[in-house]
């Protein structure tokens, strides 16, 4: 749990969001969050471009729930 309450996330977390595992990935060459799904692995990896975007990055994974549903079949 961060300051204030909100939840802190690190890079490499591993989260439940809708189907397959949602993993939160920092990467300092992106300019924007972005998301893939890998299907080799099964999961689906969300990328920041820092550390302090990686609830932003969540969130984002979470307005597409019902995407990830249907990529999981």
């Not at 993993?23 to 300019?31: G, P």
């Amino acid at each position: 749990m961060g300051l204030f309450g909100k939840p802190s996330y690190a890079d490499g977390d591993t989260l439940e969001v809708a189907g397959p595992p949602v993993r939160l990935k920092v990467s300092r060459r992106a300019t924007r969050v972005s998301l893939r799904v890998d299907r080799i692995r099964r999961e689906v990896i969300v990328t920041a471009p820092s550390a302090k975007k990686l609830s932003a990055a969540l969130d984002f994974a979470r307005a597409y729930s019902d995407f990830l549903r249907e990529q999981k079949a």
